[in-house]
């Protein structure tokens, strides 16, 4: 399996793992590939997202200059 390019393209990936094994017609050996191709998957999801929630910032100005603040997550 290729690293995705984006986010978009992973999720999309993801999903369709998602969707083959929900199905259940897939034989084991590749219901478990398939599984851990997704778990993969999610984990480059996870870290992609994790980048982007770190680079989110706002930038707030304060009597000494401008700081970072982090970006409210409702």
Do not use: I, N, W
């Not at 969707?19 to 398939?34: C, F, I, K, S, Y």
């Not at 998957?41 to 009597?63: F, G, I, N, P, S």
Request: charge should be negative.
């Amino acid at each position: 399996m290729t690293e995705p390019k984006s986010f978009e393209d992973a999720l999309a990936a993801l999903e369709a793992k998602v969707e083959e094994l929900a199905r259940g017609d897939v034989p084991l050996d590749r219901a478990l590939a398939a599984f851990e191709e997704g778990l993969a998957l999610y984990r480059t999801c996870h870290e992609m997202l994790d980048r982007a929630e770190q680079r989110v910032t706002k930038l707030v100005a304060a009597t000494d200059g401008l700081k970072e603040e982090p970006f409210p997550v409702p």
